[in-house]
């Protein structure tokens, strides 16, 4: 599985984003994908996941703020992002997990300013 993020970028406290990761290749219909970020000197951290049957988890930081959704005949995830905050600046990466193993994405900035 391959997989390619996009939809990252520069914008201020209280705008919106949408990121996007499609996956390619050979995918299983039972999958988990997700996205995870990491902020500078932070760890790597879950931010939602969704599953193929349509569960969504978040964490608390960006329940009520970002949704998850998916396409699945377009193997493709969402998440949208609303009321960005400074702190929500981290490289987002996008994962796909399945019996075949765990897949992750090349990463897109998300930058929030002030």
């Known amino acids: 599985v391959q997989l390619q993020a996009s939809g990252g970028g520069l914008v201020q406290a209280g705008d919106s984003l949408r990121l996007s990761c499609a996956a390619s290749?050979?995918?299983?219909?039972?999958?988990?994908m997700g996205w995870y970020r990491q902020a500078p000197g932070k760890q790597q951290e879950l931010v939602a996941v969704?599953?193929?049957?349509?569960?969504?988890k978040y964490v608390d930081a960006v329940k009520g703020r970002f949704t998850i959704s998916r396409d699945n005949a377009k193997n493709t995830v969402y998440l949208q992002m609303n009321s960005l905050k400074p702190e929500d600046t981290a490289v987002y990466y996008c994962?796909?997990?399945?019996?075949?193993?765990?897949?992750w994405g090349q990463g897109t900035l998300v930058t929030v300013s002030s």
């Open positions: 969704i599953t193929s049957a349509g569960s969504a």
């Open positions: 994962n796909h997990n399945s019996v075949a193993g765990s897949m």
């Open positions: 290749g050979r995918i299983f219909s039972i999958n988990v």
